[in-house]
């Protein structure tokens, strides 16, 4: 089984940017709580005048995906992800809000450091998952990082791929074979 950091490319492919300054806190509040209830599509506009892929950046730990990427990995992100409908003059986007936040980590197993505290973990250096707690799980964020990229399954990267979606990137996050 092999999990991935989801990412997409922003050197080649067009972004988005807010069309108006946003409160820090409200971005940081996309950690895995549901938005669905109180949404108002946000005003994005495009950064640049490049073509637009299927995921054009935003911001690293809110996915955006288009119409086409929307209607290819819906299975996949239903119950994972809220589709939250973005406002933009130049085509139909959507934010990706991962509200599927687990605690999967084997942390005797995984490395990071911590913070001085010793208990608030920094960052990761490896990651190792419990794999009954990520079988089956195809879009995810764990506890430990809700405001950072949201990990895919195999499926997820493999559904991209046979689809042709564009400026999708996938970093190998862990391997379990490998462990």
């Known amino acids: 089984m092999k999990i991935w950091i989801l990412d997409c490319d922003v050197d ?4 988005l ?6 409160d820090i806190d409200y971005i940081q509040s996309f950690d895995g709580a549901e938005k ?5 599509p946000m005003q994005v506009k ?8 299927n995921t054009p950046g935003l911001s690293p730990h809110i996915p955006v995906f288009d119409d086409k990427a929307i209607c290819v990995l819906r299975n996949l992100l239903i119950g994972n992800a ?15 809000n ?20 010793g208990k608030r973990i920094m960052r990761f250096t490896k990651y190792v998952f419990k794999h009954e707690k990520i079988k089956g799980v195809n ?15 195999d499926e997820f990267k493999q ?21």
């Open 159 to 179: 559904t991209v791929e046979k689809n042709n979606l564009l400026g999708f990137k996938f970093k190998l996050a862990w391997d379990s074979e490998q462990e």
């Open 36 to 40: 669905i209830k109180d949404w108002n």
């Open 46 to 53: 495009r950064m640049y005048d490049r073509v637009f892929s």
């Open 12 to 15: 080649n492919y067009e972004n």
């Open 17 to 22: 940017t807010w069309k108006k300054e946003l």
């Open 82 to 96: 809220e589709i939250l409908p973005l406002d933009c003059e130049d085509g139909s986007f959507y934010a990706i």
């Open 98 to 117: 991962v509200i599927n936040v687990i605690d999967c980590i084997d942390y005797e197993k995984s490395t990071y450091k911590t913070f001085r505290d």
């Open 139 to 153: 879009l995810f964020k764990i506890k430990d990082e809700p405001l950072k990229r949201p990990f895919v399954s």
